[in-house]
C-alpha cells in the first residue's frame, strides 16, 4: 500500500519541466544569442571598415603626402593584400584575422588613429 501512496503522492512529470524540454528551450535562447551577436559584430566591423574606406578616400593627393605616411599605407596595402583567409570553413581563426586587420586599418581613420 505504501507504493501505492508513493504514485498517488508523486507529482505528475510536466513536460515544460522536463530537462530535455528545458534544454531545448534553452538551445533556442542560445541559437537567438547566437545570431544577435553575430549580426552585431558583422556590424561593428563593417562600421569600422566603412570609416577606414572613407578616410582612405579624404586622403591628399599621394604627390602630396609624406614619406613616412606614403610607407605606412603601402604596409597596410601589403598587409591587405597577403591576408589568407578561407572563409567557406567559418573559422574564428578567420574571424580573428579580419577583426585584427580592421583594426589596424582604423589607423586611417584621424580620430581613432590619436587613442
Not at 504514485?7 to 544577435?36: M, Y
Not at 579624404?58 to 583567409?85: Q, Y
Request: glycine share 2%; proline share 4%; hydrophobic share 35%.
Amino acid at each position: 500500500m505504501t507504493s501505492m501512496k508513493n504514485k498517488k503522492n508523486a507529482r505528475p512529470r510536466s513536460v515544460s519541466t522536463s530537462p530535455v524540454k528545458v534544454l531545448e528551450t534553452e538551445l533556442e535562447k542560445l541559437r537567438q544569442d547566437l545570431r544577435a551577436t553575430v549580426r552585431a559584430y558583422a556590424a561593428r566591423l563593417e562600421i569600422n571598415l566603412a570609416e577606414s574606406r572613407a578616410a582612405l578616400g579624404s586622403l591628399k593627393p599621394a604627390e602630396e603626402l609624406s614619406r613616412e605616411r606614403l610607407n605606412e599605407l603601402r604596409d597596410l596595402m601589403i598587409h591587405v593584400r597577403k591576408r589568407k583567409l578561407k572563409p567557406e570553413k567559418g573559422r574564428r581563426k578567420d574571424l580573428r584575422k579580419i577583426d585584427s586587420l580592421i583594426e589596424d586599418l582604423q589607423l586611417l581613420v584621424p580620430d581613432k588613429a590619436k587613442r
